[in-house]
């Protein structure tokens, strides 16, 4: 049993069983806002309106992010009609495709074995589990870059032929040029800083001859460039805005209030690469040691792995995915040491998830205890304490098996044991999340706002936008009082707005004189502010976040 990755049978039934179970989990859940149902939304009216260059949310100009993604998820929606599993496909694909790619890349570099075990690693580690199962930009960029990044490794490897070279290298220019469609320069600038750092500590500057910089540069100005020149002659504000106000003042000054500690990304790893945490040490060390040859792909990855993350740790802006490129890498250097890891260490790795269980057990009824008080939230938290409770039992007798297995020197059971654990684990606490993130999304409110709804009904949402709620009723709604990611784009349409509350109270009086229907989503602090004012509405649905009224 320690040849697992020998047998076909073997390997390719937990492939389908993987495969399987990662595409039918994209549509077990609600879209939840603000990412899923914003990038879901955005999709949507590009299919509808059939302008693949001008990006729009809610209707108005948004120019935040380059536009691959809402370009993947409209063509899903084009082929297989508006839905949620639809609308997580291409992160979906990114994240299984970079599995496959890690593993394919680990088995030309290191062996076999170490193949197996990278994918075994990269599939069951709960930041890219999780990120592959929600719609948001973090796993699109990564699937890109992990294509730059294994592309790379592949064409500069001492074994590599000239046409190998060559045509791994122009996959990988056209990764970075398509991750940058993706989410913006970082998708070049990333990997030309690795590359930069690796010639330095490695002192392979021949490297730079490899990289078939003419035909590179070519094809990846060929493929980034189109879009941006497109979008700028029909809308001459969105150099400036995408640019300067999405790069440099994102990374550089506080304007978007999500600054964290200089440690908040190594803080989110502990977590984010279980369950594998206490082999990532050792697999770092390991990396930075000479090994023969010119090419050193583990310094490679280090560098990879460690700048990217000082590089968000850096930034004034901070997000929890951020940081999910780095994980291919890491998964490759955990395969790589886990060939030669002692039975001490690996027991090590498996301690650490039965210890993960067993504190998820005890602070959970903590957890719950310190819940919303609203009784509807607080009810649906506490139904998802079984699914919780499941993953921590799975996470502690995985780990628990994997410490007996490890003893007996069954190596790859071990990984195995450990992979299926924090695979189904993280499998467990999404699935079980489906109540509440239901009720953030407003899905059951959007469904009984649909009988009400006719062609010409005007729909407005007073000083609160729902992300996700425009994607349930198929269309866009007049926002009221309300600016954030809008400011933008408002500031070129504002027509598309009621800048007061006060201005729409007039047009709602003006619906209702006319006998014309119109609705409103509000929250309950609006609501009764509208109410104080003597407004005319009648509440046709609402839960513990909003309401939905109508004025007739």
């Known amino acids: 049993m320690n040849d697992l990755y020998n047998s076909k049978k073997v390997v390719w039934g937990l492939l389908a069983a993987f495969v399987i179970v990662w595409l039918y989990v994209l549509g077990v859940r609600t879209l939840v806002p603000p990412d899923e149902g914003r990038y879901a939304e955005m999709a949507r009216e590009m299919w509808a309106t059939g302008d693949w260059i001008t990006t729009r949310l809610n209707g108005i100009k948004y120019f935040e992010k380059p536009p691959l993604q809402t370009w ?3 063509l899903s929606f084009g082929l297989f009609g508006l839905g949620e599993w639809q609308a997580r496909l291409w992160t979906g694909l990114c994240g299984l495709g970079g599995v496959l790619l890690t593993s394919y890349t680990a088995h030309r570099l290191f062996g076999q074995r170490t193949g197996f075990y990278a994918a075994l690693a990269l599939g069951s580690t709960l930041y890219w589990v999780a990120g592959g199962q929600i719609d948001s930009l973090d796993m699109g960029l990564s699937g890109m870059m992990t294509v730059a990044l294994c592309s790379l490794l592949i064409a500069q490897r001492d074994a590599a032929t000239p046409a190998e070279q060559r045509n791994w290298m122009l996959l990988c220019w056209a990764g970075m040029a398509l991750a940058v469609l993706a989410k913006g320069l970082i998708g070049v600038v990333l990997p ?12 392979d500057i021949a490297i730079w001859k490899r990289l078939h910089l003419g035909k590179g540069l070519l094809l990846f100005f060929a ?5 941006f020149v497109l979008v700028a002659l029909q809308n001459p504000e969105q150099p400036h805005f995408f640019f300067i106000h999405e790069h440099w003042e994102r990374f550089f000054l506080k304007t978007h209030h999500r600054e964290g500690a200089w440690y908040y990304f190594l803080l989110l790893l502990i977590p984010g690469v279980m369950p594998w945490f206490g082999l990532l040490p050792q697999a770092l060390v390991q990396g930075v040691r000479r090994a023969p040859g010119v090419f050193q792909p583990k310094l490679l990855l280090v560098i990879w792995a460690v700048f990217i993350t000082f ?12 940081i999910l490129p780095v994980f291919p890498a890491l998964a490759m250097l955990i395969a790589s040491y886990l060939e030669s890891a002692s039975r001490l260490n690996r027991m090590l790795a498996a301690g650490l998830l039965l210890l993960l269980g067993v504190a998820g057990l005890v602070a959970l009824p903590h957890w719950i205890g310190s819940a919303p008080r609203h009784p509807d939230e607080r009810a649906l938290l506490e139904a998802y304490q079984p ?5 921590a039992i799975v996470a502690a007798a995985g780990g628990a098996l994997a410490i007996f297995h490890a003893r007996q020197l069954r190596r790859d059971l071990t990984v195995l044991t450990l992979a299926i654990a924090g695979f ?23 469904l009984k706002m649909l009988p009400e709804l006719q062609a010409d009904t005007k729909i407005y949402s007073v000083s609160t936008y729902e992300q996700s709620m425009t994607f349930y009723l198929r269309r866009t709604v007049i926002l009221v009082n309300y600016w954030d990611e809008f400011t933008f784009g408002l500031t070129q349409q504002p027509e598309l707005s009621i800048p007061t509350v006060d201005g729409f109270i007039a047009r709602w009086q003006e619906h209702t004189a006319q006998k014309v229907k119109a609705m409103a989503i509000v929250s309950d602090d609006a609501y009764r502010d509208l109410k104080t004012k003597g407004v005319t509405m009648r509440v046709i649905a609402e839960d513990s976040r909003r309401l939905v009224i109508t004025n007739l």
């Open 72 to 74: 993947m998820n409209a």
């Open 192 to 203: 030309g800083a690795v590359l930069v750092l690796y010639t330095l500590l490695s002192r």
């Open 223 to 227: 493929i980034a460039t189109p879009w």
């Open 311 to 322: 590089f968000f740790s850096y930034s004034s802006s901070k997000l929890p995915g951020y």
């Open 387 to 391: 699914w919780v409770l499941s993953a």
């Open 424 to 446: 189904v684990s993280v499998q467990l606490i999404l699935t079980g999340f489906e109540p509440y993130g239901n009720l953030r999304a407003g899905k059951q409110l959007a």
